[in-house]
């Protein structure tokens, strides 16, 4: 085999907490990822020279050696002694720079498509960490579904996720959030409220869509609404257009609202993409990455 299809797909955080720092610099975190059926395609086709080449869709992201999948595909290459470059093309559907770890799942389906072309044989572990050199949320990429993430990110709890009938309504604002910046606010920040993880743990095996939703919290919101309130009027469209609940994704600026009847998720989309072009409906996903032939 030498090339390789896959869907590379996003996510969005039910909760997020921010524990403290590591001496490092990385911020020790609990937070509940969802993956979601909004996907990048990623097509991977072997190289006899030993450059690594980049197509894409979107005009948002690096071609160079500055893209995650690069660093992916350099990082495998390396580790394992092939002689042999790649050209990887990105379909690009996932907002950049958005909070839905598009970058990290990018590089997770390159490391997934790379351990199948060239027959490496390394175990869903190993892929977790060798992605996480990558970055903190590469390792949930890879399979994805519904965890609770704690430590920098990477340890992962498996959790029964969202019912696939609960409509997801996401709004990417155009404008650009820095991740470190929102989390180099936070240390300074006294953090009063939090998200009680283990109550949104027990609404999800219940299937309790509506408590899910009235208590999901993201404790990084407050610093990114303040710079950018426009992700509080988003929210404010989305309850007051009747859905359950509605928050900000990771560091933003992406802010999603769940749905139990599409037609309301689909009623608000129409009012949202009006002044915000990248507004989509979709539900949840359990697969990260998925090799699709
Ligand atoms: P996270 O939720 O993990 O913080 P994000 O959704 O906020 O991620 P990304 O879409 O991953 O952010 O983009 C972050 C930065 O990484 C952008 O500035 C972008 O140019 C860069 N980048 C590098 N490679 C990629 C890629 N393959 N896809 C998207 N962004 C990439």
Redesign the pocket.
């Known amino acids: 085999m030498n090339s390789i299809k896959l869907k590379s797909r996003?996510?969005i955080n039910l909760s997020i907490d921010v524990l403290g720092k590591r001496q490092d610099g990385y911020h020790l975190v609990e937070m509940i990822m969802q993956t979601i059926d909004l996907y990048?395609l990623i097509e991977i086709s072997e190289r006899e020279d030993n450059q690594i080449i980049i197509k894409?869709t979107?005009n948002?992201?690096?071609l160079d050696c500055?893209?995650?999948?690069?660093k992916a595909a350099d990082l495998i290459r390396n580790t394992f002694d092939i002689n042999k470059g790649v050209e990887i093309y990105?379909k690009?559907n996932?907002?950049?720079?958005?909070?839905?770890?598009?970058?990290?799942?990018?590089?997770a389906a390159i490391l997934v498509g790379l351990n199948k072309i060239w027959n490496l044989n390394l175990s869903d572990q190993k892929l977790e960490e060798i992605g996480l050199k990558l970055?903190?949320?590469v390792p949930f990429c890879i399979n994805g579904g519904a965890v609770l993430a704690s430590g920098i990110g990477e340890e992962l709890t498996p959790i029964k996720g969202l019912s696939k009938d609960v409509c997801i309504l996401v709004c990417k604002p155009d404008l650009f959030?820095s991740?470190k910046e929102i989390y180099e606010c936070i240390d300074s920040k006294h953090i009063e409220k939090r998200p009680n993880n283990q109550f949104l743990i027990d609404c999800l095996k219940n299937e309790n869509t509506r408590q899910l939703a009235e208590n999901m919290f993201n404790v990084l919101e407050e610093v990114t609404v303040d710079k950018h309130p426009v992700i509080q009027q988003i929210e404010d469209i989305m309850t007051r257009n009747k859905a359950l609940g509605a928050m900000m994704?990771?560091?933003g600026p992406?802010v999603f609202g769940l749905y139990e009847n599409r037609e309301d998720a689909l009623k608000c989309k129409s009012i949202l993409e009006k002044q915000f072009k990248q507004t989509f409906v979709v539900a949840c996903e359990e697969k990260g990455v998925e090799v699709n032939g």
């Open positions: 996003a996510k990048d894409s979107s948002e992201i690096p500055n893209n995650l999948v690069y990105i690009k996932i907002p950049v720079a958005a909070g839905m770890a598009g970058g990290s799942s990018n590089a970055g903190a949320d959030v991740t994704s990771g560091s992406t």
